[in-house]
C-alpha cells in the first residue's frame, strides 16, 4: 500500500499563494467617500462654530454719530436691549450676521420723539455704526401753560424746558394757544366801529363769507386739543397740533417783518390754525393781526407802507394795533 502512497512534495517544493492586503477599488472609492463627508461635516462645523458662535463676531462697539439733545448711553441702551435676545433661539442676538440692525432703527424711532431720521448699519467685523439727524425745532408751542417744540410739520416732539441743544443762529419763535384771546375781541369791535360807509360793509360781508367758503375747501388735519377755538386739551409727544401751512406761514411772517420794518415780535397768539387768525405782539406792545389764508408778503407789505408813509417812526411805538387781516385794507390805532 505504501508503494502507490503519493509522495509528499517537500515544504520548498510546495506552490506559493500571495494575498492582496490592497482595498478593491469599490471599497476604495467607499472610503474615500465617507472621508469626505467627514472631511467636509467638520469643516461646516467649524465654520459655522467660528461664525456664530466665537467671540470673534459678536458687536463689541456701537458708533453713535449726529446725536445733540440724545445723550449716547441712551441711544447704546435701546440697542444692546434690542440686541439681548437670541436669534433662533441659541445664536447671539448681538452677533454680526444676525444682528437685528432693523429692529435697533425702529426702537431709537419710537423711543426719540426726537429723532428726525436714524441708519443703522454694521461694520465688519464687530461694529454697529448708529446715524442719528435730529428734529429742527422752528417753533414753541404752548397751551394751558405747557411749552413744547414742534417740527415744520406740527408735530410736538419734546418739552420746551428739556436739554434740547440748538443752532443758536436760528430764532425760534413762540406761539401760545388761547381758546380766548381777549385782545382779539377788542380789535375786532374797533376795526367794525371804523367801517362807516355801506360800499365798506358790503365789501367785507362778501370778503368774510369767501373766506369761510375757503376755510371748508382747505380745513387742516384735525388735531387734539380743539384747534380752533375748541376746548383746549393738554398737549403731549407727537401731537399735532397744528398744519405745515400755519407753521410756514408763521415763521415767514415773522422772517419778513425783521428784515422789512423796525418792529421786534416778541411771540405770537392764536385760538388754533382752523381759525386762520395769528396775533403778533412787539416789544413796545402792539399788536399785529395776520390772516393766514391771505398772502403772507402782501400782508408784510401793506404792514411796511403803513409804517413808512402814513404812521412815521416817531408814531410806531404809540400804537396799540394794527389790524392787516382784511386784505389790502389796514387798520390801525
Do not use: H
Amino acid at each position: 500500500m505504501t508503494f502507490f502512497r503519493k509522495k509528499r512534495k517537500k515544504l520548498w517544493q510546495r506552490p506559493k499563494t500571495f494575498r492582496n492586503n490592497r482595498l478593491s477599488p469599490r471599497r476604495r472609492n467607499k472610503f474615500a467617500g465617507i472621508s469626505k463627508v467627514i472631511v467636509i461635516a467638520g469643516a461646516i462645523f467649524f465654520v459655522a462654530y467660528f461664525l456664530f458662535f466665537s467671540q470673534f463676531f459678536l458687536i463689541k462697539e456701537i458708533e453713535i454719530n449726529g446725536n445733540r439733545s440724545i445723550s449716547s448711553e441712551k441711544i447704546e441702551n435701546i440697542a444692546m436691549l434690542e440686541m439681548s435676545d437670541a436669534t433662533l433661539g441659541f445664536i447671539s442676538g448681538n452677533n454680526f450676521f444676525f444682528n437685528k440692525s432693523e429692529m435697533v432703527k425702529s426702537a431709537l424711532a419710537e423711543n426719540f420723539s426726537e429723532i428726525k431720521f436714524v441708519e443703522v448699519k454694521r461694520v465688519f467685523p464687530n461694529v454697529l455704526e448708529i446715524k442719528i439727524v435730529e428734529k429742527e425745532p422752528t417753533i414753541i408751542w404752548c397751551r394751558l401753560d405747557d411749552c413744547y417744540y414742534i417740527d415744520n410739520n406740527g408735530v410736538v416732539f419734546t418739552r420746551a424746558d428739556s436739554n434740547l441743544e440748538m443752532n443758536t443762529d436760528k430764532r425760534i419763535i413762540k406761539i401760545i394757544e388761547e381758546e380766548k384771546i381777549i385782545e382779539e375781541e377788542i380789535a375786532r369791535e374797533e376795526t367794525k366801529e371804523e367801517k362807516i360807509t355801506e360800499e365798506e360793509l358790503a365789501e367785507e360781508e362778501i370778503r368774510e363769507e369767501k373766506i369761510t367758503k375757503e376755510e371748508k375747501i382747505k380745513s387742516p388735519p384735525p388735531d387734539k386739543g380743539g384747534v380752533g377755538g375748541g376746548i383746549l386739551n393738554p398737549m403731549e409727544i407727537n401731537d399735532k397740533v397744528s398744519d405745515s401751512d400755519f407753521i410756514n406761514f408763521a415763521l415767514k411772517i415773522d422772517r419778513e417783518v425783521k428784515r422789512t420794518t423796525m418792529l421786534k415780535i416778541k411771540f405770537y397768539k392764536t385760538k388754533g390754525t382752523k381759525t386762520r387768525e395769528l396775533i403778533a405782539y412787539t416789544d413796545k406792545n402792539t399788536r399785529l393781526y395776520f390772516n393766514a389764508m391771505e398772502d403772507a408778503d402782501l400782508q408784510v407789505k401793506y404792514l411796511k407802507d403803513l409804517l413808512l408813509k402814513e404812521i412815521g417812526k416817531d408814531k410806531i411805538d404809540s400804537l396799540e394795533y394794527i389790524y392787516l387781516e382784511s386784505g389790502s385794507r389796514v387798520f390801525y390805532k
